[in-house]
């Protein structure tokens, strides 16, 4: 959702991606090419929910994991 708000897109799940302009896709691919491999995203959230965010608790760890597994 944080790309799609990037690219000034609606918030909503029921976008239709068929009228997203040509540049918006150029930049959706480039923002994902910059991307890690998943196992390397994944090792990355392990280490800030476990290692990091019991400090300030700035998420809550059931909801964002749901979300990430997404």
């Not at 944080?2 to 923002?31: A, M, Y």
């Not at 990091?52 to 909801?63: A, D, F, R, T, Y």
Request: hydrophobic share 45%.
């Amino acid at each position: 959702m944080f790309l799609l708000r990037r690219l000034e897109l609606p918030n909503q799940t029921d976008i239709v991606l068929k009228d997203v302009s040509p540049s918006t896709w150029g930049t959706i691919h480039c923002e994902f090419d910059l991307m890690p491999e998943r196992q390397i995203l994944d090792f990355l959230v392990q280490y800030f929910v476990y290692g990091l965010n019991w400090m300030k608790q700035v998420i809550h760890v059931p909801s964002f994991l749901a979300n990430y597994q997404l």
